[in-house]
């Protein structure tokens, strides 16, 4: 089983969302997948109450996460995503715990990346495998990447921090999607947004096969830009 954590201590950052649209993405019932809720919040509770279908199923996190992730691998889950709250905390310290490896999602902001040091050295202490994720970022201009997502991505190498080498850029079929509550493939497969959303599950399933050493670590996002 593969435990995905959703972690960044700046609200906003993007964790409910990127965990929702890749929950929709990469949910079959030949290789199911588990949304366990610990933010407070309920974004992503909300989000799957508005599907109405049940499926991917979750679990509130309203006292440990260890608990339900055993109970997730014992009923054969290949997949758990972890929505955490923007906060260093126990459940936050209890989900990296659990993680195969942890997505820290970041918008192209000074405010933004200087926030996921504490969550880089959270999954450091825990030696978990980590990268980060830029959001919400501004559009590519003829193939180029914004000025603002280059600006950030040298902030954290000075981090020394992976990073994924895409963006997710900040499209309203996102946010019309998780109103419907569907993911961006679901909502419109042929867009752009699904297209980036495929691009980083693709990516994260790259790193995962590195960590469980079923692949080799080149490209990898948790090593270096995938």
Not at 95 to 116: E, K, L, Q, Y
Request: proline letters at 6%; charged letters at 20%; aromatic letters at 4%.
């Amino acid at each position: 089983m593969n435990v995905i954590v959703f972690a960044s201590r700046k609200g906003g950052s993007g964790k409910s969302t990127l965990a929702a649209h890749l929950a929709a993405h990469v949910h079959k019932t030949s290789k199911p997948c588990l949304l366990i809720d610990a933010d407070p919040q309920g974004s992503l509770s909300l989000w799957q109450k508005l599907r109405g279908t049940n499926e991917p199923p979750i679990r509130v996190a309203s006292r440990s996460v260890s608990e339900l992730v055993a109970a997730a691998k014992r009923n054969g889950f290949e997949w758990v995503f972890i929505d955490t709250p923007p906060n260093v905390s126990a459940v936050v310290d209890d989900a990296i715990s659990n993680a195969t490896m942890v997505v820290i999602p970041a918008r192209p902001g000074v405010f933004d990346v200087n926030a996921v040091q504490e969550t880089i050295s959270s999954c450091r202490s825990a030696r978990k495998p980590y990268a980060v994720v830029i959001n919400g970022a501004p559009a590519l201009r003829n193939d180029q990447e914004s000025p603002i997502v280059t600006m950030a991505r040298e902030a954290l190498a000075k981090f020394r921090a992976p990073v994924w080498g895409g963006q997710v850029t900040n499209r309203a079929d996102l946010l019309l999607a998780l109103a419907h509550g569907e993911g961006a493939r679901e909502y419109n497969p042929d867009g752009r947004a699904a297209g980036e959303i495929g691009r980083l599950w693709s990516a994260i399933e790259r790193s995962i096969k590195a960590i469980r050493g079923t692949a080799s670590s080149t490209g990898a996002m948790h090593k270096q830009a995938a």
